[in-house]
């Protein structure tokens, strides 16, 4: 009798700090309407031209790298984000002299969540624990979530995207 309530007293101590333990990111969550003017977004791709008109023909303003954060300008809109031929308009600051212009919608993601490291992470290529391994994330590494599916996120790597388990 003995024996075994010291089996269960290890048992509930390793239970516990396993649940301590199983935190390893921190969740920044997107900005709720009225927060802000706008919204932030964050490039997706390694390069981006912010354009003077919303057409591919209209003059180059300036490049955005990928993890440039521009603010969607409108986002906050009952309507919501006003798009013109795939293109969004957005500043580059919060000042009346920051750059604005156009950029193509299907690079960038809009309000996105943001997970954070807090160890060195593993990113599988599908969300499973037995699928490849893509990428080794440091500690304090910022990504933003593209989708949210049951105990994994989908997150962006430099144009491509991984895995991370929950």
Known sequence: MKR???LMILAALILSLLCIGGTY???IPPYDPGQQIGYPAVVLCE???LREKPASSSRELLTLSYGDLPIIVGADL???IQKENGFVYCTLGDSEDSPCGWINSDYIFINPAWYVTEKNTAVYAWNDSAAPRVALLDRNVRLPI???EGQWFLVSLRGAVGWIQK
């Open 47 to 49: 390069k981006l031209t």
């Open 146 to 148: 593209l989708k949210d």
């Open 78 to 80: 009952p309507d919501g």
């Open 25 to 27: 990111a921190e969740i």
């Open 4 to 6: 075994y309530f010291c």
